[in-house]
């Protein structure tokens, strides 16, 4: 079985950061992408960022230039760093990855980590 843990979620003001990890385990053959996914009260859940296992980065543009993705995929942990807070920034992000499990053959899932609630209020 495989698992997602997030962590680092939080209430931080306008301007301010907050860096949010996530770890996989559980039997695991490959990961071959990471990311992290939004959503925010009445919206639908939104792309923020994703990382391969050769390092390749995507943002959405609204938080491109704030956002860092990082981490290391192959040995299943990423962050994200999240800089120059926004009030619409309001949302719980899941951790998101295309993992290959030990015994699936080729076969990839999708699995996603339960969620961490970050919360921008002055």
């Known amino acids: 079985q495989v698992r997602l843990v997030e962590s680092g979620g939080g209430l931080v003001q306008p301007g301010g950061s907050l860096r949010l990890s996530c770890a996989a385990s559980?039997?695991?053959?490959?990961?071959?992408?990471m990311g992290w996914y939004r959503q925010a009260p009445g919206k639908q859940r939104e792309l923020v960022a994703t990382?391969?296992?050769?390092?390749?980065?995507n943002y959405t543009i609204s938080v491109k230039g704030r956002f860092t993705i990082s981490g290391d995929v192959a040995k299943n942990t990423v962050y994200l760093q999240m800089n120059s807070l926004k009030l619409e920034d309001t949302a719980i992000y899941y951790c998101?990855?295309?993992?290959?499990?030990?015994?699936?053959?080729?076969?990839?899932?999708?699995?996603w980590g339960q969620g961490t609630q970050v919360t921008v209020s002055s």
């Open positions: 559980g039997s695991i053959f490959r990961i071959n992408a």
């Open positions: 998101n990855a295309g993992i290959i499990p030990r015994g699936a053959g080729r076969t990839e899932y999708t699995y």
């Open positions: 990382i391969t296992s050769g390092g390749s980065t």
